[in-house]
C-alpha cells in the first residue's frame, strides 16, 4: 500500500483538475469563492491541495465545468 501522502495525492488530483478548471471559467479564485459561497480562503487551500473539498462543492465545480463546455 503506497503511503499516506502518495494516496491522498492520487485522491485529490481529479478534484484538483476541475476545481482548477472551475476557477478558469469563473475568473478565478475570489469569483469562485463567491459562486460556490465560500470563504475565498477555503478555495485556495483547495486549490493548493491542502484539503479535498466536500463532494458537494466537488460537484458543484463539476457542473461549472460541464455547463461551459455546453453539456
Known sequence: ??????????IAAP???VLRKAA???????????ALAVAQDTVRSWLDGEVVPPVHFYVAAL??????EGK
Open 24 to 34: 478558469e471559467i469563473t475568473g478565478g479564485e475570489k469569483a469562485l469563492a463567491a
Open 63 to 68: 457542473e461549472i465545468v460541464e455547463h461551459s
Open 1 to 10: 500500500m503506497p503511503p499516506v501522502a502518495t494516496r491522498r495525492a492520487l
Open 15 to 17: 478534484y484538483l483538475r
